[in-house]
């Protein structure tokens, strides 16, 4: 049996899933984790995931009919956790799928505290090398490229709507100008700080800190 009833749909026009179905499409995404983090990009078609789940690759297919499709899943769900934690450590609560409903816990946002639960995420060696492997696919990968490219997108306009929501006097290009930034500074700094292109010291933790702090706050 499927866990998509056929004909419904959540209002965002995705396909509503029964409970099973839920717990099934979360084991597929796990899957798809582990043989990214685990075996790497090259290693990471629909049968090898299909097989690390113990699924026929039909029945993966229902739910990612392509491979893109399961990516674009598993980056939407390591956005969703990353504004999980935002919201647990620092009370800032966004909506996933619409960055302009931003809701700060009282006044204004503390871009200090932002900074430090965005880079404590790669404190985590096993997210960091999720992502460096889906970065590879994209190289190599149109379909795959395209949806990073939504994905990163989504988080640009996250960043500028807290930018905005900190300084609403800027214009929104400027801010999207800085939350562009962020990102960038942010991303580069996942590989040097991993260990994977160079050697983390506290002295560039706490300058990198203060720079990402002030793109969000000044």
């Known amino acids: 049996m499927s866990g998509v009833p056929r004909g419904e749909k959540a209002a965002d026009g995705k396909p509503q899933l029964t409970q099973q179905g839920t717990i099934r499409r979360t084991s597929l ?3 798809a984790e582990t043989v990214l983090v685990a075996k790497g990009h ?4 629909l049968r090898a995931i299909a097989d690390e789940a113990g699924v ?4 993966l297919q229902h739910y990612f009919p392509a491979r893109a499709d399961l990516i674009k899943a ?3 769900r390591a956005l969703d956790r990353s504004l999980e934690r935002l919201a647990d450590v620092t009370g800032l609560r966004v909506d996933p799928d619409d960055p302009s409903a931003i809701r700060p816990p009282r006044g204004r946002a503390d871009a200090a505290d932002v900074v430090a639960v965005v880079l404590a995420e790669q404190d985590d060696p096993r997210l960091v090398r999720l992502y460096v492997e889906v970065w590879a696919l994209a190289a190599k990968d149109d379909a ?3 949806v990073v490219r939504e994905f990163y997108e989504k988080y640009v306009a996250h960043v500028a709507a807290f930018i905005q929501l900190n300084q609403p006097e800027r214009p929104a290009a400027s801010c999207r100008a800085r ?3 962020f ?3 942010i ?3 996942a590989l040097l700080r991993s260990g994977i292109a160079g050697t983390r010291s506290a002295q560039t933790d706490a300058h990198l800190a203060d720079e990402a702090a002030r793109l969000l706050s000044e």
């Open 29 to 31: 995404l796990d899957a």
């Open 42 to 45: 090259a290693s990471a078609s």
């Open 56 to 59: 026929r690759i039909g029945h």
């Open 74 to 76: 598993v980056l939407e």
């Open 144 to 146: 795959i490229a395209h």
């Open 179 to 181: 939350a562009e930034t």
């Open 183 to 185: 990102v960038a500074l």
């Open 187 to 189: 991303e580069g700094a």
